[in-house]
């Protein structure tokens, strides 16, 4: 076969994709379509709730092993949607679908590759996977099929990135901070107003900034992006709560920034969760060593993947444009997953990956 050849499957099995909806959380129809696929290859599929991966033939715990991996569920459509987004609609180039971009197009490539890079020898080994519920880091995805799989020294995510390596990506912290006050009637000079209590502290999270500055995703940034106080126009609220969404960079923990704004606001803290921390591979790294020999310019990306969850070395690599995801109208490009195949195949046949 030809990489033509594999660039029509991979295109005959996004648009199988397209067409069966699978919004996170109810991907179950394109879990079977994927490991049905894979079957059909000669390969055996393995299956823990809606996330399907398999392990290539000859498997060695001696060796490295890398991860190719990208996800299978997509976010619900936007009203504002001119074709059928469960359509796979083919005009000249673009392949029109909801997820066709972000991240069918990375989905199916990655499979063909896996095929092409299992019919010769390797000196690592390889596991490809389809996971489920990246658009809401869901607990039933990759981190439920993570355990179930062999030892990772390295991470390839299909997501969107032009085929440019990312090489750093923010993490995501949600935080709830509380003020209290003292209810009163606001007609008399009583009580004490927990939304003028918070001020402060809106304050300080306006202008802060984090010392440590990454080169590729650089500063860590905090915005307050709800706020809730009062029940009516005649009582001085005695609560006032506030949202506020944090971006990390690689160079501070999750917990690390929760310790700092505990340290500095006057109001209860709470963090939703600590989990999605932010993700590095050095610059020095044999694969991106070669992905700068091979002309690509690695940039660090502002948004969140399953690289969030992995514990290990892990860089996103995929066709499509990460402006495409979640807008209306979504396409790949034929041409841009026959490129991806090519790249992809250049920078790991045959090659070390540690």
């Given at each position: 076969m030809t990489i033509e050849d594999y660039t029509h499957e991979a295109v005959a099995l996004l648009s199988r994709l397209i067409a069966t909806p699978s919004v996170s959380g109810d991907e179950a129809k394109a879990a079977d379509i994927m490991a049905e696929c894979i079957a059909a290859y000669g390969l055996k599929p393995q299956r823990e709730g809606n996330n399907v991966w398999v392990v290539a033939p000859g498997y060695d715990e001696n060796r490295s092993t890398l991860l190719l991996n990208a996800h299978l569920d997509t976010v619900r459509a936007v009203d504002s949607w001119t074709k059928n987004p469960f359509e796979p609609t083919l005009d000249g180039d673009l392949l029109y679908g909801l997820g066709s971009n972000d991240?069918?197009?990375?989905?199916?490539?990655?499979?063909?590759?896996?095929?092409?890079?299992?019919?010769?020898?390797?000196?690592?080994?390889?596991?490809?996977?389809?996971?489920?519920?990246?658009?809401?880091s869901g607990k039933d995805g990759i981190e439920r099929v993570l355990p179930l799989l062999p030892r990772i020294d390295l991470g390839i995510v299909g997501e969107p990135t032009e085929m440019q390596p990312a090489v750093a990506e923010k993490g995501l912290m949600v935080l709830d901070i509380t003020s209290r006050g003292v209810s009163g009637h606001a007609a008399r000079n009583e009580g004490v107003n927990a939304i003028y209590a918070a001020l402060p502290d809106l304050e300080w999270l306006r202008t802060y900034q984090f010392e440590k500055v990454s080169d590729f995703l650089g500063q860590t940034k905090m915005t307050v992006t709800m706020l809730n106080a009062g029940t009516q126009h005649n009582v001085v609220p005695d609560v006032c709560r506030m949202v506020v969404d944090v971006r990390t960079n690689e160079l501070y923990t999750n917990r690390e920034v929760y310790d700092t704004v505990c340290r500095n606001v006057r109001g209860e803290v709470q963090a939703r969760s600590f989990r999605l921390g932010a993700s590095h591979i050095g610059i020095d790294h044999p694969v991106i060593v070669r992905c700068v020999e091979m002309g690509m310019k690695p940039f660090g990306s502002p948004t969140l993947s399953d690289q969030a969850l992995m514990p290990f070395t892990s860089l996103k690599l995929g066709p499509g444009a990460s402006s495409r995801s979640h807008a209306a109208d979504e396409f790949i490009k034929i041409s841009e997953i026959r490129h991806a195949l090519q790249v992809y195949i250049a920078l790991l046949d045959g090659k070390s990956i540690t």
């Open positions: 991240c069918g197009g990375g989905l199916v490539s990655l499979l063909q590759v896996f095929r092409l890079l299992i019919q010769h020898p390797q000196s690592y080994n390889l596991v490809y996977l389809a996971s489920a519920e990246e658009e809401v």
